[in-house]
Structures are given as C-alpha cells and as structure tokens.
Nanobody, 118 residues
Framework: QVQLVESGGGLVQAGGSLRLSCAAS????????MGWYRQAPGKQRDIVAT????????NYADSVKGRFTVSRENAKNTVYLQMNFLKPEDTAVYYC???????????WGQGTQVTVSS
C-alpha cells in the first residue's frame, strides 16, 4: 500500500522559511512525478510545485516562483519543498502528491498545515 508521509509544516512569521519533506513508500515502482499542492480554507486545492523524476523538470505556480524550490532524492523516493520569503497568503494545508505511472493513479499525503503570520 502506497503511503506518503509529510513533515515540516508549522507556524512562521511573514518573511520566514520552512522546509517540507515527503517520503513515499509501499510501491515497487520508481516515482514518475512528485510534488506539492495546497488548499486554503474555502478554496480549491491548487498546484504549488511538481518535479519529474526522469529529467528533473519542474513546474511552479506563478505565486511561488522565485520563493519556493522543489527538490528530490530519488534513492529515497523523497521530495522536498523549500519555502522562503513566506507570505500570509501562503497559509494553507500543503499536500504531497505522487504518481508512479504517467497514466496511473494519484497518491496524496495526509496534509501538513503551514501558517504564516503577518
């Protein structure tokens, strides 16, 4: 059974930094893509950043470009999200996301709360 275990959320002041981690386990396959989405209260879940395992190509939401960096450790099936210059509007539950096959199912972590105070 595939599991995505997240860590690293918390409360931080505006302008501060946090680093999220997500480790995937339970699959015999290597990851196809991993990344992060977020959901603020009353809003839909939106992409934050994703990374392809094969070539490392990344995709970022415009609102986080230049502030957030997604990275990975393929050997550990782990993805990270370094978040710098955090803003109150970054406050949300952050969800780890993974696919093991291009047309396979999506897998989600349980979510970790990030709160940025002004």
């Amino acid at each position: 059974q595939v599991q995505l275990v997240e860590s690293g959320g918390g409360l931080v002041q505006a302008g501060g930094s946090l680093r999220l981690s997500c480790a995937a386990s339970g699959s015999q396959r290597s990851l196809y893509t991993m990344g992060w989405y977020r959901q603020a209260p009353g809003k839909q879940r939106d992409i934050v950043a994703t990374m392809m395992r094969t070539n490392g190509s990344t995709n970022y939401a415009d609102s986080v470009k230049g502030r957030f960096t997604v990275s990975r450790e393929n050997a550990k099936n782990t993805v990270y999200l370094q978040m710098n210059f955090l803003k109150p509007e970054d406050t949300a539950v952050y969800y780890c996301y993974a696919k093991f096959l291009a047309f396979g199912p999506d897998f989600w972590g349980q979510g970790t709360q990030v709160t940025v105070s002004s």
